[in-house]
């Protein structure tokens, strides 16, 4: 039975939101994209974390809250706009199975 991509976004978006709220981090998550290869399906989301101790606290609460989707894939970078706050980019991909 193929997956619910729409549902799974849903899901994913809000999930990022509740942690970020959490957190009272001020950046809300819009979307999520998807990547269709045969077989599977990719899940793609960015947050950002503008306080950078609670950096691993976050990254911990996403892996332990979105790993239950399929195999998650966390990253994390600094950076550092020039006309606005530093923060850290925190990124996932979620790989599925679409049998």
Do not use: A, W
Request: hydrophobic share 30%; glycine share 4%; net charge positive.
């Amino acid at each position: 039975m193929p997956i619910d991509k729409e549902q799974i976004k849903s899901e994913l978006v809000d999930e990022s939101n509740k942690i970020l709220e959490t957190y009272n981090e001020p950046y809300r998550v819009d979307g999520i994209s998807v990547m269709n290869v045969k077989g599977k399906v990719t899940f793609l989301g960015s947050l950002r974390v503008f306080d950078e101790r609670l950096v691993n606290n976050v990254k911990k609460d996403v892996e332990s809250k979105l790993k239950k989707y399929g195999k998650l894939t966390l990253r994390d970078e600094r950076v550092v706009p020039c006309c606005s706050p530093k923060y850290t980019h925190i990124s996932f991909n979620i790989v599925v199975d679409d049998s």
